[in-house]
C-alpha cells in the first residue's frame, strides 16, 4: 500500500466522537478501500504478506497503549473492513464486553458494546464455539440481535481470539461480496495480533503503576498515586479522593473536554486521549496528558475508569514549537493593544527559550520605542539603556545602532552568538547570544524584537524556525494593535472634550473624577458626569449614562450634560432639574434613553437632596469607615415618559463622609450583577483612606472591567470651617416698601455687628428694590449674606430681563442713575437667572 493510504488511515483514526469527524474518516477510509481494489490482482496475492510484515512491526511495542488500535486498523487497511472491534469477557465473566473498535461508527450496523456471554449472538458463538461465524446480509436480517439500519446491507464475521482469557473479533464489510478468502486470511493474522497481552488495568485495592489512576464512574471516587498528585499540585495527605477535587484545578475552558472522558453518558468503550491544562501556584498552567479506557462493570461492581497522567511538556517533543506557535496565534488574536502584543510575544518565547530579557519595540519614523522590557526592572538592563533611554516610553534613533538598522532593511532574523563584535547597547542586551526579530507586517516593517542570554547559547535550527514564525504573527498583531491604540486614542479624546477638563474648587468639599472608556470597541460611549457649583453655597453632582455606543450617544450625551448644567445654573430645585431635562429629551425626539442621578449638596449645612432617573444611587462611607447604598427614591430614564415624577430623597453628610456616584460600568460585569457590584464598590469604600479622593479613585479603578466605558465621580464633604450669615425679607408691595426694606436691612447689620459703610449699603439697598418693584411684577425677595468683610445684597423678582447700564444720561433725565450708583458703591455687581426670574447682586467691601 502506498503511504498516503496509510497517511489517511492515520487521520481517521484521530478524528474523534463528532459527527463531522465520523464522516471524514468513513471517506478516508473507503478511499484506502479504492485504491486497495484499483491496485489489480497482483496486489491481491501478497495482501496477506504485507499484513503479516505489518502486524509483526506493530507487534515490537507492545508497551504501547495504542497498539490494539493500531492492530485493528490494518484489518481496515489489508481486509477491506468498514468496522473491526474486539470484544473480551467482563470481570464477571457473564458479558462480552467491547475494548476497541477502529473504523466507522458501530452504531450504523446496529452493533451494541456488550453481548451476553451465553447468547446467541455471532460474538458469542463465535468465543464460545471457537470457530469463525460468518453471516451476510439475509442472516443478519434475520437475526434478532441485529438491528440493521435500513437500506445499508452488509457482512458480518466473528473470530475467536486465542490466549488472554480469550475473547472475539468482529468484522464489517460492504462489499456486495463480503470477506474472499485472502480477506479472511488477514482477518485470522489480525485476530492472532490482536491476542498479544496488553498491559492490565489496575485492581481494586492493588497498588496503583505510576501515573495511574481508577475512577468509579457512579460514585466518583478516584484512586491515585502520590506523582499524580504531584502534577496537579496536591498535598496526597489532604486529598479527599473526589475526582471534583482535581477538576478544580484544572483551566476552565478545559473543563468540558474533561468531563467527556470522566463522565459515564458521554465516554465510549475504549481507549481515549486528551490533553488539559492544570493551574499552577505560581507561573502558566501546565499542559498534561490523559490516556484512559472505560471498562464496564459486572454484577454489582460498577463500570471504571483506568488510565494514566503524565506531564505533556516531556512528550512529543517534535512538536513543541508548533504548539508555541499555535498558542501565540491564539495569544494574539485577542490581543488588543500594543503592551498586549509585547506580554503575548513575551509569554510564548523567553521561558521556551529561556532567555534572560526580551525587549520589543515599535517603529516609528526612524525611532524605535520599547513597548515591553521583560524583566521590567532597570538593573536588568546595560546601563546605557537606563542613562540615555526615557524611563517610561525609552526611544532611540534606529541610526544610533547600525545592527538594527541593517535587520531592519533585510526583514529576517538575525542571530549573533557569543562575542560576536556589536554595539555597546546591544552586546550588554545579549552577552551570552542575541537574536534580533524585525517584525514584518505586509510591505513595512512594525518593530523589532530583541532576545539576549547571559550565559553562551547554542542556536538550533529548530530556534531559528520558531523565531521566524513568530515574528511574522507578532508583525502583523502588532499592526493591528497599533491601529487600534490610535484609533481608542483618538476617541478617548473626543470623549474627553464632551466632559469638563477641570473640576471647580468647592468650599468645604473637594470632588474628584474619572473616566475609562471601553477597550471592547471603538465606538463612543454615553457615560458623562458633572460638577456644577451653584448660589449660596451648594453644589450639584450630576452622573449619567446615555443608551449604545455610538456617535449619537455621545451627542446626546453632551447635550444632556448641557441641559442639566443650564437649568441648574437657574435655580430650580433637584426635582425639576430633572424634570426639565426629561421633557427636553422627548422633545428631542431621540430612540436613545438615558439614565442620570442629580444631587444638590449644601455646602453650609451638610445636607443633599438627591434625585434619580433610572440610575445607580449614591455610595455613602461616614467617618467612621462604615459605608451605605443610599435608599433614594427613583423615578423612570430619562426620555421614556413624559410625565413622569422624579422624587427627591434627603441624605446627610457629617463632615468626612465621602460620596461616590458611579455609572454601571464600574460594577456590572457578565459574571456578576449590579447588586453584588454595588455591594462590592461599598466594601471597596469602607477599606478606602478618604484623605486623598483621587487616590481612592485609582484604587476602585485599579480593577474595573473594560468592556463597557466607566465614570465615577467622589466628592470628600469637610464641612466649612467659615459659614455665611444670612437673613431674608420679603419686600410686600406697599407704599412704604422700600422704607420697609432699609430698616430691615439695618436691623440685620447691627445684629451681626457692622457699624462701618451702613449708609452705602442702604442706598444700595434702596435702588434695587426700587427697580424691582417699579420694572417688575409679582413677588421680591432681599437676601443678605455677609462673609468675613464681604456683604453682599441680592435682590430677586419675577421677570427674567436684566437691568440695562446706560451708556449716557442727560442732566434733565428722571432715571437711570440707579444703576450707576449700586456699581459706584460696590466692589462688584451682576445679575443672574434663577427660577421664575433673575436675580440682581451687589457685593460690598465693608470698612474699606
Known sequence: MRKDMFDAVSIARWGGSTEWSQGLRRCLISAVMANVVSEGAQARGTRSLRAEGALRAIAIDQESPERVRRVLEQALVFAGAAFVAVYVPSEDGELLCLVESAGVPRTLYGLRDSYPRNGRSPVAAAHRDGRPVSLGPRELAAHVQARRVPSREFHLVALPVQGDGGGCLLAVSEHPDGFDTEDRECLGLVSDAVAFPTPAAPTEGGELP????????????????????????????????????????????????????????????GDRELEFRVLQPAGPPKWLRLRGRLLPGGEGRPARLVGTVADASTLRSDVTDVVRVQRLAAALATAVTVRDVGKAVIAALRRPLRADRIALAELEADRLVVTVLDPPEPEAWPELWRAEWRSEWPDAPVRAMPTLAAALREGRARIWPAGSPLERALAEVGPGGLAVLPLPAGNRMAGICLIGWDSPHDFGSDERSLLTACAGLAGQALMRARAFDAEHELVGMLQRQLLPRRLPALPGAMAVARYLPSTAGLELGGDWYDVIPLPDNHVALVIGDVQGHSAGAATLMGQMRTALRAYAVEGHPPDVVVAHANRLLMDMDSDLFATCAYVDIDLEEGAAWCVRAG??????????????????????????????????????????????????????????????????????????????????????????????????????????????????????????????????????????????????????????????????????????????????????????????????????????????????????????????????????????
Open 615 to 848: 440610575h445607580l444611587p449614591p455610595v455613602l462611607r461616614y467617618p467612621d469607615g462604615t459605608t451605605e447604598i443610599a435608599e433614594a427614591e427613583g423615578g423612570p430614564p430619562l426620555g421614556v415618559i413624559t410625565r413622569a415624577d422624579f422624587p427627591m430623597s434627603p441624605l446627610r453628610l457629617p463632615p468626612g463622609t465621602l460620596i461616590a456616584l458611579v455609572t454601571d460600568g464600574l460594577v456590572e460585569t457578565p459574571d456578576a450583577d449590579i447588586d453584588e457590584g454595588m455591594d462590592r464598590l461599598a466594601g471597596q469604600l469602607a477599606a478606602a483612606a478618604p484623605g486623598d479622593p483621587g487616590l481612592v479613585a485609582d484604587d476602585l479603578l485599579g480593577n474595573a472591567p473594560r468592556s463597557d466605558d466607566v465614570a465615577l465621580l467622589l466628592l470628600r464633604y469637610d464641612g466649612m470651617e467659615l459659614r455665611p450669615l444670612r437673613e431674608s425679607w420679603t419686600v410686600w408691595r406697599v407704599p412704604q416698601a422700600v422704607g420697609h426694606a432699609r430698616r430691615f436691612a439695618r436691623r440685620t447689620l447691627r445684629s451681626w455687628g457692622v457699624t462701618e459703610d451702613i449708609d452705602a449699603v442702604l442706598l444700595v439697598v434702596s435702588e434695587l428694590v426700587t427697580n424691582a418693584l417699579v420694572h417688575t411684577d409679582g413677588r421680591v425677595r432681599m437676601d443678605l449674606t455677609l462673609v468675613n468683610n464681604r456683604l453682599r445684597v441680592a435682590i430677586a423678582d419675577a421677570s427674567p430681563r436684566s437691568p440695562v447700564r446706560p451708556t449716557s444720561i442727560g442732566w434733565e433725565a428722571t432715571g437711570g442713575r440707579g444703576i450707576l450708583l449700586v456699581e459706584a458703591l460696590s466692589a462688584t455687581w451682576g445679575t443672574l437667572p434663577v427660577s421664575g426670574g433673575k436675580q440682581v447682586w451687589a457685593e460690598l467691601v465693608l470698612g474699606r
Open 210 to 269: 505510576p501515573g495511574a489512576f481508577t475512577l468509579a464512574m457512579d460514585s466518583g471516587r478516584v484512586r491515585v498515586g502520590d506523582d499524580l498528585l504531584d502534577l496537579f499540585g496536591l498535598d496526597p495527605v489532604e486529598f479527599d479522593g473526589r475526582v471534583e477535587t482535581l477538576l478544580g484545578h484544572t483551566v476552565p475552558e478545559d473543563l468540558p473536554s474533561l468531563m467527556s472522558v470522566v463522565e459515564a453518558d458521554h465516554m465510549s468503550i
